[in-house]
């Protein structure tokens, strides 16, 4: 803790995550271990949160407008703590994408300040913090983009009041194939369209599902995770906002795939796979179908990363 304290400075990377997971809406997700931010933090005199730096993306510079020094603040509130900090950014995870933008800068705001501290919060105690970025970003304190991210691999949010989030299993084999259309998606409005009210069926159905996948994780069943992954509530509705949806998903099943469905709140969607050669066929596959859409588009295939933010 004392070496923690001498540091004046900590390079991050801060990791994307998927949130849902089709079956566990708000309260699962998963984090992903090549793509991501870069953050740099480092104390400064003024006693301020600044936001020193952002490239990549156009966001606000202001801290009390950007997540990442709203969640710092919290931090810093909880602790009684009038320390300085500068925060860069350097944002590789476009924002309104639907893998975890907002939570990358957040999450990875409260860990490297925490670690300039001398780490006073365990990780899962800094997820509250990282919630308010969430917050001010979507309107709504949700913690299943920055617990993973946080806490690395498959994360559950048991409750939220109180806040109690557990760790599941990683399968060393999974491997999360994300295509990005180039087209933004804010949080706040995806989540207006959503109903309020359920089917009693829909939701028996639902809760069944998000029982069988953390099953399905502890026992190693591959399987039985694949027909796990369904969503009768969120993705009827939603994914009539992403172009070519059921058109991919039809290609993941053709090919292999244990599951599709809506990173977060879309527009990117994802392919569970089972092993690098299923993944790599799929992601040909996605890659030839998208070319001629005239919709930019990225592509990733990643690991679970079950470290969550790094130190660089």
């Known amino acids: ?36 931010d ?5 104390k400064n005199d ?57 939570a990358a800068s957040a999450a990875g705001a ?14 899962i105690e800094l997820i509250k913090f990282a919630m308010e970025g969430e917050r001010l970003a979507s309107g709504n304190a949700h913690a299943d983009n920055v617990a993973p991210a946080l806490l690395g691999g498959f994360s559950l949010v048991k409750s939220y009041n109180p806040l109690e989030v557990l760790s599941l299993p990683n399968l060393p084999e999974l491997r999360m194939l994300i295509l990005h259309p180039q087209i933004e998606l804010k949080t706040k409005d995806s989540r207006s369209i959503i109903r309020q009210n359920l089917e009693l069926q829909k939701a028996i159905n639902q809760w ?39 058109e991919l998903k039809t290609l993941s099943a053709a090919n292999g795939a244990l599951g599709f469905g809506i990173s977060g709140s879309g527009p990117s969607v994802f392919a569970m796979c089972k092993g690098d050669k299923t993944a790599e066929k799929l992601k040909a596959e996605f890659q030839e179908f998208y070319a001629d ?5 990225d592509l ?8 969550g933010i790094k130190v660089l």
């Open 46 to 102: 003024k006693k301020q949160i600044r936001i020193s730096k952002i490239t990549g993306q156009d966001l606000p510079m202001e801290a009390d407008k950007n997540v990442a020094g709203v969640a710092a603040k919290a931090l810093l509130t909880a602790l009684g703590e009038s320390q300085g900090f500068d925060i860069e950014i350097e944002k590789n995870i476009k924002a309104g994408s639907g893998i975890g933008s907002s």
């Open 38 to 42: 870069e953050m740099l933090i480092r």
């Open 208 to 246: 069944g599902n998000l029982a069988a996948l953390v099953s399905a994780l502890y026992t190693k069943d591959y399987e039985l995770l694949g027909r796990s992954l369904k969503d009768e509530i969120i993705e009827p509705v939603r994914s009539i906002l992403i172009p070519y949806f059921d």
């Open 1 to 36: 803790m004392e070496k923690d304290q001498k540091l004046r400075e900590i390079k991050l990377f801060a990791p994307a995550t998927v949130a849902n997971l089709s079956c566990g809406y708000d309260v699962l997700g998963c984090c992903l271990d090549n793509v991501g």
């Open 300 to 307: 990733h295939l990643s690991k679970i990363n079950s470290e």
């Open 110 to 123: 409260v860990f490297g300040i925490n670690k300039l501290l001398g780490t006073p919060f365990s990780n």
């Open 293 to 297: 859409k005239n919709i930019d588009f």
